[in-house]
């Protein structure tokens, strides 16, 4: 008896007191983990003065902020489905089923991980992969978004599904006037004219006014900043677009083809860009991380009022950044800086507090992190490399980070120089920036600079060949 008690104390991660055959549990040892997920926010938004974001700031000063942090890219224009396809499998994006909707049944996930060392995981808001996937992270949910992209104000919800069916299931009928022929939407519900962000804080706050008996994974997947970019009017009147800077690298057109000019995201603003219209958008975009902002303090405080903080490690990221004007561009298919460089906050028990790291860092590394930092034994064949070490004193975890986005674009990142190479239409075109004199890649050095270009570029291939994209042709 005695031993199934140490066992279930080992496995919960709890410490208890002895006494008359009765247990007292005195504390929990395995940490909580809070996981706050932004859509489509750069990590350049944190240390933005125009932005209001109270709430970021503060868990800027109560953690890690990771400033090299980064995606590698994506096989589709629909570059949030592989990015959270690598951040939950901590496998490469060459190692993904094409497009990375689908999760291999060969890949361990994180929630199941972490379910198999004792944690309760809970999923809200966005998921853009497999729905049958969805329960293999979580064993429970509320809230659940199962797509891309959607009207803020109408979002299709589903409650958790003991079977893993997710299916369409609002009777709805399209032409009422005319016939009563009965169709389905996708989701059990709406919360139609709530907001999305509003919808899925809420989710969150609810579970957290729960009893736990088990510590838990609690992943926040919000749709904000992404578009249909709209917010509440009160949070948008703290915006005067006429007022707002625009983005140093600011173009009014991308100066070559670079495979991807006329995807969706490109046509939300006209050709050649107008500043004033950038404007509105910047704008829009500002607003929307401001309500986000405003939400993730109501769940925060909500953590700190029922005494979880303490034992909560709290993570918040983003699944890729967006140009917004940046170089002539306006979505996320490149791999320049404002679209690759995510946000990356590590906050808690044992992490130093307002301290930035500069190692370079995949959104995969964060699956062996957050196994390291709950004692939770590391899975076999990730890709992604623990932070623990970089946490402690920004020790180096990786000497070059390399991107791709399908078969146009390809780059690498190796101390301060970033080259990023086209393949358009039999069209060659080189770029070589340096960060650390020019964050804003606008000084191209490849003319300047071949002997670097020339070594990136076969450092690159050796990578591709490898472990790249085509890597997987073969």
Not at 54 to 71: D, M, R, T, Y
Not at 287 to 298: A, F, P, V, W, Y
Not at 317 to 340: F, T
Not at 431 to 437: A, I, P, S, T
Request: charged share 25%.
């Amino acid at each position: 008896m005695k031993r199934l008690l140490l066992i279930s104390i080992a496995l919960f991660g709890f410490s208890y007191l002895y006494g008359n055959d009765d247990v007292v549990e005195v504390e929990r040892k395995a940490p909580n983990i809070l996981f706050l997920f932004a859509d489509d926010q750069r990590s350049s938004t944190l240390n933005n003065p125009e932005i209001i974001k109270p709430h970021l700031e503060q868990l800027l000063k109560k953690g890690v902020f990771f400033s090299n942090a980064h995606i590698m890219g994506a096989d589709n224009g629909a570059v949030c489905a592989p990015s959270r396809a690598m951040l939950i499998t901590s496998k490469r994006l060459s190692s993904l089923k094409p497009g990375g909707f689908e999760i291999s049944s060969d890949h361990v996930l994180l929630g199941e991980t972490l379910q198999n060392a004792g944690y309760d995981t809970y999923g809200i808001g966005k998921w853009h992969n497999t729905r049958s996937e969805f329960n293999r992270n979580f064993n429970g949910g509320e809230a659940i978004f199962m797509g891309g992209m959607h009207d803020h104000w109408n979002v299709p919800l589903f409650h958790y599904k003991d079977d893993a069916v997710y299916k369409n299931s609002r009777p709805h009928i399209e032409d009422f006037f005319n016939t009563n022929k009965i169709d389905s939407l996708p989701g059990d519900y709406t919360y139609s004219g709530k907001h999305s962000t509003e919808i899925f804080a809420d989710a969150a706050i609810d579970y957290l006014n729960q009893k736990h008996e088990k510590p838990f994974f609690l992943y926040v997947s919000f749709m904000s900043p992404h578009d249909p970019r709209t917010t509440p009017k009160e949070i948008l009147d703290k915006y005067d677009a006429s007022k707002l800077s625009l983005p140093p690298n600011f173009k009014e057109k991308h100066p070559f083809d670079n495979g991807e000019l006329i995807i969706r995201d490109e046509q939300l603003a006209a050709t050649p860009r107008v500043p004033e219209e950038v404007k509105e958008h910047i704008k829009d975009y500002y607003s929307m991380i401001t309500h986000l902002d405003e939400n993730i303090g109501r769940i925060l405080e909500t953590l700190e009022k029922n005494g979880l903080s303490k034992n909560t490690i709290i993570v918040f990221a983003a699944d890729n950044g967006l140009a917004m004007g940046q170089h002539g561009l306006m979505g996320k298919q490149n791999l320049y800086q404002h679209s690759v460089n995510v946000p990356l906050i590590i906050s808690g028990k044992g992490i130093p507090k307002g301290e930035i790291r500069s190692s370079f860092c995949y959104l995969t590394d964060l699956f062996p992190t957050l196994c390291e930092l709950t004692e939770t034994t590391v899975p076999q064949n990730l890709d992604g490399k623990s932070l623990v070490p970089a946490i402690k004193d920004d020790t180096k975890i990786r000497n070059a980070l390399y991107f791709q986005y399908k078969d146009v674009q390809s780059a690498i990142r190796k101390d301060n120089y970033k080259l990023i190479k086209y393949d358009v239409k039999g069209q060659q075109t080189i770029q070589l920036f340096d960060l650390e004199k020019d964050p804003w890649e606008l000084n191209n050095l490849a003319e300047s600079l071949p002997e670097v270009v020339s070594s990136l570029l076969k450092e690159f291939e050796k990578w591709d060949a490898d472990y790249g994209l085509s890597s997987r042709k073969n």
